[in-house]
Each structure stands twice: as C-alpha cells, then as structure tokens.
C-alpha cells in the first residue's frame, strides 16, 4: 500500500507541474507560487482513499493483472481529479461552516492573506479537473462519458450540501424536521455519489464499460455510502477521539445525526422534551444529557443492529451481481469501511 501511495503521489507531481505550466493562462511567478502553495495545502493532504480506490478497482477489473504505465497513469489521474474535487468542495465548505481546523492544520482561508480569496481558490480547484480531464482523455472513447459522469456528481453533491445546511442553520432549530428519509438524502447525495460511486464508475468507465449496464452498482455504493456515515454519525458520539483523530460535535451543531432520528422514532414524550431542550446547544452539560439519553435508549445496541441488518443485505446484493470483476470491486469496498472504529 505504501509502494501504491509512493507512485499516486508522483503522478500529483506531474499533474501539479502541467497545470502550473498551462499555456492558456499567462502565468506570473506570484501567481503560479500562489497556485502551487494552494494546491499542496489542500489537494493531497488526507488518506487519499477515494483517489487510490480508482487505481485498487480498476486492477480488480483487470483480474489483478500488473498495469501498464499508461494504465497506472490514467487510473491515478482519474482518481487524482475526485481529490481535487474533494479539495473543493471542503476549501468551500470550511467558508460556510466557519471551520477552523481541516486534517490537522488552519482551514486555508483562515490563513494570513488568503481569507475570501479562498473562494475563488475552489473555484480554480473545479476548473482543474477539466484540465486534466482535457488533456489526458480527450482522445479517449469514454471522454464525453467523464466529463458527464463529474458533472452530475457535482450537481448531486452540491445539492446534498444544501439540504444539510438550510435544514441545520436556517429557521427555528426543530428536530421535527429530522427523519430517516431526510438523514438519507443528505447522506445519499452529499457523501455517497462522489465518496463510492464516483471512484468505482471512474474505473469502470475506464475499463470500457457502460454504466447504465451496471444498473445496480450505483445502489449498492450508495448503500455502503449511507452505511458509512451511519458509522460515522456513531463515532462522532461514541468513538474514541484519539483513534478516530477528532472531537465529535454533530450534537452541538444540530447535525441530522442517524442517532437523534433514532432516538426521536423510540422516545416518549418526556424523553423527547429532553432532546429538545438539549440537543444542538453548546453547553457540555446540554451535550452530557443527549447522550445520556442515549445510552437510556440503548442506541448503541440498535446501531449493532443496524450494522449486521446492512451488512448482510450488502452483501446479498453484491453477490447477486452478474461480474466476478464487479464483484471484487465492491466487496474490497465494503471490507475497508466494515466494523471500522475511525
């Protein structure tokens, strides 16, 4: 794995070098610093999965087979793009949610000098992956396939973040607004398309397929996807903050956490006033009494539930799939995010 990280950080290299060199813009050396300084802040600095998960599946759907260079290039500038993606949706979304710390470091536009230029920062971010995308694909049969396939993932995350923001910061806090379906949604569209379909319909496009053939390999990504911020919903509660590497606050912000939803479909009345009154409030005593309440509820023993239920249904539905290839893919997937405790 650390041989795979090695050689995907040095494609970053050769990327960063083409854009800080790209002929369609007149570069000063202010600039091209700023671009530079810019993207090694924000592009490769988290664990890169969602990248290295392009590169991981398409060798799956090669048989395992050694990729050529080409091949390995191409793989890891698809998977490239999602982290640049990545980069800009957070660069963005630490702005709305007026963050202060991002993998260990100041958010970038809480940085001397930068502040509001962050903004146009992310925008530049978005406008790198159709340059690379240009100019490594656009001989490619699959080209218009990319450029469609990025699009639509963006509107669909874009739009998944819209939900989580107007229904936790704007209006009265009403935890009558929270429900599955709603948890669902914002789950299913800010998180699942680009975190688990997107790396898997990247390499499968690669491969040459058509996704519409694969019908079912979206839903099943967008299952694991929704499964996977269960569990994260679940750590930021009850995980260990020294394993998971930070502090849970979904309670303070009045995040539609899959555990409030459970809770509000299994309280009564008098438990139900509790949450109101307490959840989404910063005062630790506040905090202290909604979990509280949870464990009062057994939470943690219905989300073991939760899990075993959506393993086994996920797994059905992969092994039900047609493709021995396909079904590598996903199951590497799920293997990764299954009983994870960070």
């Known amino acids: 794995m650390a041989e795979l990280k090695s050689k995907f950080l040095q494609v970053y290299a050769v990327l960063k070098s083409e854009l800080l060199n790209d002929s369609a813009f007149e570069f000063t050396d202010d600039s091209r610093h700023w671009i530079d300084r810019m993207l090694d802040y924000n592009v ?21 087979k050694e990729l050529t260079d080409d091949e390995f290039f ?15 949706f957070l660069v963005l ?4 949610d007026s963050s202060h710390t991002r993998r260990g470091q100041p958010c970038w536009f809480r940085l001397p000098k930068v502040g509001m230029i962050a903004v146009n920062d992310g925008i ?6 159709s340059r690379i995308l240009k100019k490594h694909f656009k001989g490619k049969p699959y080209y218009v396939d990319l450029l469609d396939l990025f699009n639509e993932v963006e ?8 939900i989580d923001l107007i229904t936790t910061f704007v209006g009265e806090k009403d935890l009558s607004k929270y429900s599955l379906n709603l948890h669902r949604r914002i ?48 750590l930021d509660c009850f995980g260990d903050p020294k394993e998971i590497g930070k502090i849970g606050t979904d309670i303070e912000d009045f995040k539609c956490s899959w555990l409030v939803v459970k809770a509000l479909e299994l309280c009564n009345e008098d438990q139900k006033q509790i949450l109101n009154e307490n959840y989404g409030k910063q005062d630790p005593a506040c905090v202290a009494k909604v979990k509280e309440l949870y464990k009062e509820l057994k939470i ?3 989300y073991l539930e939760y899990e075993r239920t959506r393993y086994e249904k996920i797994t059905n539905s992969i092994e039900a799939h047609p493709s021995k290839e396909v079904q590598a893919v996903l199951k590497s997937f799920l293997a990764k995010i299954y009983k994870r405790h960070k």
């Open 187 to 234: 789950v299913e569209y800010k998180t699942g398309y680009y975190s688990f379909y997107l790396p898997v319909a990247c390499a499968l496009l690669m491969f040459g397929d058509n996704l519409e053939s694969h019908g079912n390999v979206k839903g099943i990504l967008l299952e694991m996807g929704t499964y996977f911020q269960v569990q994260d919903d679940y």
């Open 74 to 88: 191409l793989a890891s500038s698809l998977g490239w793009c999602i982290e640049w993606l990545q980069a800009y």
């Open 300 to 302: 943690q023993d219905v």
């Open 124 to 129: 530049i971010l978005r406008n790198h992956i």
């Open 44 to 64: 490769p600095g988290g664990k890169l999965n969602r990248g290295l998960s392009v590169v991981e599946s398409y060798k799956l759907l090669k048989l395992e």
């Open 93 to 96: 979304d630490d702005i709305m």
């Open 155 to 162: 509107f669909q995350t874009t739009h998944g973040q819209m």
